[in-house]
């Protein structure tokens, strides 16, 4: 964006439009949505310029977005999971856990197959793997 050139009216709307898709898919960490970035990328003076036109409002809508999107509410606190998420994480736990499960079996036959074609006692050297 040109330094000499001021933005006015619509060009304001879609140069802010742009910044928040930028911010929102940056991610809190990185570039953190507030009215004094927004304002300095626009390379605005006047905080009431975003005043104006819903402009606060959809600065607000992102912030929020981007809070909720790290699972923190509108204030920037932690918020607690509702009982549908706590269900749907611990599914996908479970799920993880099940296939690490298989592949572990997977890798004990692996061994005991191995220690069975050399002809060593598989008794023998499994008995720390039952207690």
């Keep these: 964006m040109e ?13 802010l439009k742009k910044i928040l898709n930028e ?10 949505i507030s009215r004094s970035v927004i304002l300095k990328k626009l390379g605005l003076k006047s905080r009431s310029t975003l005043l104006l036109n819903n402009r606060a409002e959809l600065i607000d809508n992102a912030r929020i977005a981007q809070l ?10 932690r918020k607690r999971k509702n009982l549908q998420e ?16 298989e592949v572990l079996i997977l890798k004990m036959a692996a061994i005991i197959y191995n220690l069975n074609a050399k002809g060593l006692d598989i008794e023998e050297i499994m008995i720390p793997l039952r207690i």
């Excluded at 330094?3 to 140069?15: M, P, Q, S, T, V």
């Excluded at 909720?68 to 606190?77: E, M």
């Design 23 to 32: 911010m929102l898919n940056d991610g809190f960490a990185l570039s953190p």
């Design 68 to 77: 909720k999107h790290i699972g923190l509410d509108s204030t920037g606190k």
């Design 86 to 101: 706590q269900l749907d994480y611990y599914k996908e736990k479970l799920e993880e856990s099940e296939k690490e499960k």
């Design 3 to 15: 330094k000499n050139k001021k933005l006015r009216g619509e060009e304001i709307d879609i140069h």
